[in-house]
């Protein structure tokens, strides 16, 4: 049986991503979600929510939940797609990106994925 846990590193990643956008404080952020600042706090300290915590958060973000469930005892025999396609489908969902902006970002995002494997050592 696969074991499965909450990405709550990436999950409080994308809330501060919302967050910094909006210019908010994290009671901000709290009160227009309608969770309390101390689910937030205890987030950002690595404990998982709750059910109806990590539901409500999600579901405020408009993001599948399935984006923030690690399985834990992958083998690691699959490998992960590229960044790029993964992303992909988000950029062009974007109302307020056209093609060029989507076709802009998906460069500098493969750039920057060479430069860090460049940097590392890495071969692509």
């Known amino acids: 049986m696969t074991k499965t846990k909450i990405d709550t590193a990436g999950l409080y990643a994308a809330l501060d991503a919302e967050r910094t956008a909006r210019a908010w404080s994290w009671r901000q952020l709290a009160k227009e979600i309608g969770t309390s600042p101390s689910l937030l706090s205890r987030l950002g300290n690595e404990q998982r929510p709750d059910a109806d915590g990590f539901a409500t958060l999600v579901r405020w973000l408009n993001m599948p939940a399935e984006t923030f469930m690690i399985d834990t005892e992958a083998t690691g025999t699959q490998p992960e797609p590229d960044l790029v396609t993964q992303l992909a489908p988000l950029l062009r ?16 995002i493969r750039a920057t994925v060479k430069h860090m494997h460049a940097t590392r050592g890495e071969s692509e």
């Not at 974007?94 to 500098?108: C, G, I, W």
């Open 93 to 108: 969902a974007r109302q307020d990106l056209d093609d060029r902006d989507v076709a802009y970002l998906e460069e500098v």
